[in-house]
């Protein structure tokens, strides 16, 4: 068997999602090749090469996947990628528009999100927002597969020594073009992978009020995310939405204030290894999940809460 | 300019999702059914584009069984013109979806195409994809707003940290978010004006697509569940059983 993983990077820097791919990839087994495609993504493809695990890095790079146009992507994965046994993606925003593109033209199905690999053609995924768990075969010769980052641990980011290829495939589809983009700027970690997590919910009543868990954040090093309920009544912006719509997080710490825990929410957090809640309803459904639960109006907690951290901290 | 809409019936996203004792997969007998919210944002998008004078015909097709003509209608009463109906029973996977669509779409020739990101039963987010593919044309993926500029369309897309703008050439695909726009609901005049609206109804067959599921579901089974943890008293006792006990912090 031999696997091709897509890596997922911006051009600078390889994003830990694609370690957490290549270890899905050695659960299935077999030799595993990364290709990272992008323009200016030299780097990258050296610091795939480190990974532990990775046998050969290919690297197309070109200005048509600059930006990770589906349409491109889709098209140069299909080429490289149908010599080889299995090819995985992040389900990150770019792997889930770009991999069912592959798995057409491949005329094959995909696998989409898997949690866990059972053996080289059986995986086990969410369904119904993760209410239900499927353990789902494929018979196609090539398995389409993307990958949950948070439900794999990572593989050692030194340590590998692969070779690094540079491939001339330019295939510009000619469908789409970029034109602009807007991320959001932040010194804090990224919210997929973080390994503390504080967010809020409709209880923070606004956006300002977010700041106190920016301060509390801060303290701890952790990033900033947000309830569906609080990115809808306009609070912060959507790329902060915990839940089965926005990011699935899973932590080692996820600290949900003001958050009542519908189920969409709880469907994105609930693999996070602890969870602490601060909610003014002591029925709220996320205290039914948490480890540790406190009963409190959030406007008093979290002041507290930071004057405690920085007593022990 | 002709829109085509693709909508799925599902479980309606209200109903607790039960799984099947035996493990084969969820309880959908007598469960409350309805049209996937993400579709439902598809049309409202179709219809807003129509208002504007941008969309001259909707088009609505669905797949599946009988009963998905309520999720046709469904649409037909919040604005769109005509359905089409590819009716089977058997499991429909995202590949066949698209194959299904795709011949749709060389009857049709719509110049756009616009599907949800994603149905919330078997949460796949493919179709829309792997027919834009099949079709040749471009997509615009996770869509918050979507523009149509003579033969362009510029498609506000949600990405990982923020928002990404694309122009594609027409025809295209567009797959909705959830902050595309927020659908309306029918009146109960529209309701029974979509009565009268045509639908057409034919098969896989009718469409030369023979349905050949790639993927086998072995088991559905439900998720390990959480234990409720401790209620703490205080603030300070959070601090210090995150410390000392969890020892997350």
């Known amino acids: 068997m031999s696997i091709l993983v897509i890596a997922e990077h911006d051009n600078s820097e390889l994003k830990q999602a694609t370690l957490n791919v290549v270890a899905a990839a050695k659960a299935i087994g077999g030799d595993i090749d990364v290709l990272v495609a992008g323009e200016n993504c030299g780097a990258v493809g050296e610091a795939a090469a480190k990974a532990d695990g990775v046998s050969k890095v290919l690297v197309a790079d070109n200005a048509v996947y600059g930006h990770f146009l589906g349409e491109n992507l889709g098209e140069l994965v299909a080429e490289v990628g149908n010599s080889y046994s299995h090819i995985l993606a992040a389900a990150g925003t ?60 990572p593989v050692a980011e030194e340590g590998g020594s692969a070779t690094v290829e540079a491939l001339d495939i330019v295939k510009d589809a000619g469908l789409s073009q970029f034109v602009s983009e807007e991320l959001a700027k932040s010194d804090r970690p990224d919210l997929a992978s973080a390994g503390i997590v504080v967010s809020g919910g409709r209880g923070m009543q606004n956006g300002e009020n977010f700041k106190m868990l920016e301060q509390v954040a801060d303290l701890l090093g952790a990033a900033v995310g947000a309830s569906r309920a609080a990115v809808d009544a306009g609070f912060v912006p959507n790329d902060m939405q915990v839940g089965q719509t926005g990011k699935i997080v899973a932590p080692q710490l996820y600290i949900a204030v003001g958050i009542s825990g519908a189920i969409q929410h709880l469907a994105g957090m609930s693999d996070s290894k602890v969870i602490a809640a601060i909610n003014k309803d002591e029925e709220a459904p996320i205290f039914q999940v948490a480890d540790y639960g406190l009963v409190a109006d959030l406007f008093e907690a979290v002041p507290q809460l930071e004057e405690e951290l920085k007593k022990v901290l | 300019m002709k829109v085509l809409v693709a909508v799925k019936r599902v479980i309606d996203y ?42 001259s015909e909707i088009v609505v097709v669905s797949i599946g069984p009988k009963a998905c003509q309520e999720q046709i209608r469904t649409a037909l009463a919040l604005g769109a013109d005509r359905g089409i109906h590819i009716e089977t029973d058997e499991e429909v996977q995202s590949l066949e979806a698209a194959k299904l669509l795709k011949s749709v779409v060389e009857k049709e020739e719509p110049k756009l195409v616009i599907l949800g990101k994603q149905s919330i039963d078997s949460d796949n987010n493919q179709t829309g994809q792997m027919l834009a593919a099949l079709t040749g044309m471009g997509q615009g993926t996770f869509a918050s707003e979507v523009v149509v500029d003579g033969e362009n369309v510029n498609v506000t897309r949600e990405v990982d940290g923020g928002l990404m703008t694309v122009a594609l050439k027409l025809p295209a695909v567009i797959t909705t978010d959830l902050r595309l726009n927020e659908p309306r609901y029918a009146s109960l005049p529209n309701i029974m004006k979509a009565k009268k609206k045509p639908l057409d109804n034919m098969s896989p067959a009718d469409l030369g697509v023979e349905l050949a599921p790639r993927l086998s579901t072995l088991k559905v089974e439900a998720p390990a569940s959480r234990q409720a943890g401790v209620k703490v008293a205080d603030v300070a006792e959070l601090v210090d059983k995150l410390k000392n006990e969890a020892k997350v912090i």
Do not use: H
Request: with cysteine.
């Open chain 1, 94 to 153: 770019v792997g889930k528009d770009f991999m069912p593109r592959v798995a057409a033209l491949l005329d094959v199905a995909q696998v989409s999100d898997i949690m866990r690999v059972e053996s080289e053609d059986t995986f086990v995924r969410p369904i119904y927002a993760g209410n239900a768990i499927a353990t789902v075969k494929s018979t196609d010769s090539i398995k389409v597969i993307t990958v949950r980052p948070t439900a794999f641990d």
């Open chain 2, 14 to 55: 209200n109903v607790k999702v039960r799984v099947k004792p035996d493990n084969t997969g969820v309880d959908l007998a007598n469960v409350k059914m309805a049209m996937n919210p993400f579709c439902e944002i598809a049309v409202e998008e179709a219809v807003r584009l129509k208002e504007k004078g941008v969309a």
